[in-house]
């Protein structure tokens, strides 16, 4: 799975290169009051794909860490009944 996200990432990089040599042109943005950005257009659609992507990898990392930490203490937690228990206190409630 490593790999296919390494290759991912490896094309997207490329396709994004190639795109940026092939349309390294001036751009004007109205911000807002008058306000205009001049900028070339790869990096304003880069700081548009960060802006969008950063926020959203982060909430998911950070969902990811909670779940993980969950995972772990619900496990350790299995580790210690399982240490605890004995299987004269199963048969002590099924008396025939």
Do not use: C
Not at 30 to 55: H, M, Q, T, Y
Not at 71 to 81: N, R, Y
């Amino acid at each position: 799975m490593s790999f296919l996200k390494t290759l991912f990432w490896v094309i997207f990089l490329v396709g994004f290169a190639v795109f940026a040599v092939n349309n390294w042109h001036p751009v004007s943005m109205k911000l807002w009051n008058g306000l205009w950005l001049d900028s070339k257009l790869p990096a304003v659609i880069g700081a548009s794909f960060l802006l969008g992507f950063v926020p959203l990898w982060i909430w998911h990392r950070a969902i990811q860490y909670r779940l993980t930490r969950r995972i772990a203490t619900l496990e350790s937690g299995a580790k210690t009944m399982a240490a605890n228990f004995t299987p004269t206190s199963a048969t002590q409630g099924t008396s025939a």
